[in-house]
């Protein structure tokens, strides 16, 4: 994925500790690099702040930018956990992204910071 | 978010142990200080109670005296589990504000007493 | 609460091990000792027999007498599994009341023998 | 309960290593011993293979002659599990069977090999 | 199961660490070797790539190449599984079929790579 | 049925025409003369105010009464019906009552003001 | 369909006027006459009673005669019909049958009285 | 109810014929005249346009205005019901009112315009 | 569609009058004629049989000689239904096919005997 | 709403009567044009087709061209209206379209041809 430039996340100071923030995003919408085609699905940030918070209107034109942005579902997923990682330096986050069917599959990516190996 | 004086969270003598109260509140509404416009969500205290429990019908008239009230999504929640925990000392305590969709985005905010790094 | 007398829950000898017995009851039924109104709700039994199940028809009359008793849903609940503990000496026993919306706000309340300190 | 001779639950070589089998009967049907009034429930039964799976037309044969056999809730799990047991030796298995209501109150009884203390 | 020969899974290479994928296939069908009736499910892969992700369109060939195989559930769901590490080499991968009732019966299988004795 | 004396549903003047009112009591219970064992069900009154509204607070007094009255479903239904008429005098009515489930068996019962031949 | 002798539905006389009463009957199970093998399914009735009401005793025990009936779904719908209609003599009744799959197929069978050409 | 002054609901001009537009506000909240407590319901308003359509954004802060208003149920649909038809003159309109429970009752009012007598 | 020969339906002698008979098949499957990819959906047979009933086990035959058949959605349907009319002569009949979604769209199709002019 | 130009919708000769074709589309999103931001929706088209079907792919492509389209919600459901009309000249036809919340509140539309005022 070339690293196509987006708005950027914003953060404001968090003042309290040891909870979890959780944004959903049920009308993410990007574009298949192969078709050409829209996909659709719902994208799911959790995390814990640390010094920051994610500011949810500048987050929100950040998912916006997908709209008409050609990018494989692993790509997005993984890039908006880097995106807000960056941006609030968080204690862990996790980003889910579950699309809607393609060809009658379902797929549901789910990344983690920070990056360990994983257990079924 | 300046400390507003909010009624008092009364507390009863718990006379027994190793038990969990869950109290859910589907009709929490506060007001966005940014917009001036409302909230709505869904606010859940679950807690171990110690040598006293959360008196119901002050907590009722607690939770009411946010519906006027200026306040972040993040600042509600943690208030709650402050004033909660303030009130009735429990063995540990745990509040959810599961906030409906603004802009195409629902928040969800748990946070947990005592206060300590959670792992996703 | 005042030790209201109650039917007796019966038991019958247990002949298996390691297994786990579930009762619902979704029709529990009792009135406020405050408003005297009446209150709703479902009491859940979870319990791992030792040498005593609890006996089915026993237990409908023992719930069948809270219909019109005053008493707050913790002491219900506490009193349910301090009762069942006493009549069949189970490995571990769990029960939980799931009480219906009264004044906007709906409490669910859980207690575990043995009773020990929990964690959320 | 009586050991009332049922039809033999089969077994076939089984060729794979650290999987699971769930085989759901959600038409389960007894009679109780004390009514003579049929009962109804959902019969699960989840297992790791050894060496053997259990043959699925004998199992359909076997839990069809429950249904006009007088059986207690517990007694039937319990069988089942012994008898899925004896006939495939799993590394372990569980049986689960939620009864529909009756006197206002549903109870799900569920089995574990190796029989063991379990906690809630 | 005769080794049958299926349209290959192609993989592509993955560039992000420690996170899942989960690919849903609710329209499965394959034939009942017995009866020669058609079998139908969901099946879903979950996995965390390591060097390689599966191409979702070579898997979709893939998995309509069952369309008029016989083939027992148990079958079909392990040699799914070692298709899928065959190709992708995953760090682990988990394999479900969750099929239609058949004879009032409802089968799920799942395996897991690697191979290990698992709990109920 | 034996006219027992219920508390009086009292009215308040309507000032709109045309408009429909329903009233849903999900927390209805009755005692069955039969077995003196509690029933349960949902009551649902609907009608048009003519020239008064049902005033919900005594409506509520006088569902309580039926707590513990030896009542069969038809009559209770019926008796409803009759004593929401007399009090609100409506343009039309029309109860249900939606009991839970007796002996495998669940019973709804469907009155309507004025009483007219009704068609499946 | 031979005329089997079945329990006879009983009925007590009505005092209401245009109302209707329904009767689901989740738990209704007979035997296939061609397998041997036994069918599930919900009964439901709807009728408005005329001068009698079925008696709902005697209409379990009815229903319960069908467990070890051979019957066809479409004989076993219309018997009950014409049984209902023979006790009762409601101004209408309606019954319906919708059976677990079969094959994977399910069938629900509808017959009402006065029988009448119907339109879809 | 003394009319109170709310905010104007604006109209724009419709350009099309023999459509329908069906406006739901889950959030709707109001007070209680006599308990001074708030109310909670979802208001949903239908309505063929004639030559104007109502403007979504004044409708949203027209309902707004009810928040701190003491207001009965069946006044504060019937009322919303003669605004919207003063506002944009429909060929019809229907405004409903479902509330959450108080006391252990939900109501539901549902005003038409036209205003005329309706049937069950 | 060339008219590809399908096995066919079987009648038996209906004894009754006046009543409905539905069939439900969730597992349908045919092939796109244009991509050769395989369709999925539900039909759904109703009618009012005349002096035939549709024979299950022979339309069970007719509809899984779909399975490997090119034909476009509107077309199954319809001749689904002009062969169900042909084998059994009901008084009325209906098919409906609901596809699951391809390229984001899902199809429903109606069709009904007599061929009549509908409206919405 | 300015004439944007719209890709055109196909058709192909319908050769059957009297059925109903209905098409889901539940990814349809186009932008608000008075703030910019995307709307979502489903959109739903019934119709009986006269002497000609709408083309699938091609309304496919019509829908997509919505996408970056602005456009009010109403104008949106009257336009698909009226090209589905143009393209197929169907007996009747509907389109609604419902879509998500925005500031709380959720619209849905429907529009009927031939158009016709209409009855709550």
Redesign the interface.
């Known amino acids: 994925m070339k690293k196509v430039c987006l708005p950027a996340i914003e953060a404001w100071p ?1 003042q ?12 993410f ?1 990007s574009v298949c690099p192969k078709t050409g ?2 996909d ?1 699905g719902t994208v799911t940030v ?1 995390y ?1 702040p640390n010094r920051s ?1 994610v500011e ?2 500048s ?2 034109y950040y998912i ?1 930018a997908y ?2 942005l050609g990018v494989f579902y ?1 790509n997005a ?2 890039r908006i956990l880097d995106d807000v990682v960056r941006a609030a330096r968080p ?4 980003v889910t992204g579950a699309f ?13 910071h ?7």
């Not at 809607?100 to 983690?112: D, K, L, V």
């Not at 920070?114 to 079924?120: G, S």
């Open positions: 968090n309290y500790r040891g909870y979890e923030i959780r944004i959903e995003v049920p009308e919408t085609l829209p659709f959790r814990e918070c949810l209107k987050f929100k916006l709209r008409n692993e997923v993984n204690v862990w986050a996790e809607t069917a393609r060809g009658g599959m379902r797929s549901t990516i789910t990344a983690r920070p990056r360990r190996k994983t257990r079924p």
